[in-house]
């Protein structure tokens, strides 16, 4: 039996399940924190991040502008 090609094949195929079990707890870990982070980002982003104004200075120059209006007087 030692020479068997279909016990080891059932040896190979426990030792893959076997192995499976630990590779989808991981998985499910993964998944789990990747969840939360999409939770964290989405919160942050709702209570911190709201509308934005971009704004520069504003330079303002007096002066004034005279035309002559329909009657011939001078308007400004």
């Known amino acids: 039996m030692r020479n068997s090609a279909t016990a080891r094949l059932v040896v190979m195929m426990l030792l893959t399940s076997a192995l499976l ?3 989808a707890w991981v998985q499910v870990i993964v998944s ?3 969840g ?3 939770v964290a980002a989405a919160e942050i982003g ?3 991040g709201g ?3 971009v704004a520069g200075p504003v330079l303002a120059v007096p002066y004034e502008y005279t035309w002559p209006d ?3 007087r001078r308007s400004t």
Do not use: V
């Open 70 to 72: 329909s009657s011939g």
């Open 51 to 53: 509308p934005q104004l």
């Open 32 to 34: 789990e924190r990747a």
């Open 36 to 38: 939360r982070r999409d």
């Open 21 to 23: 079990i630990p590779i």
């Open 46 to 48: 709702t209570t911190w």
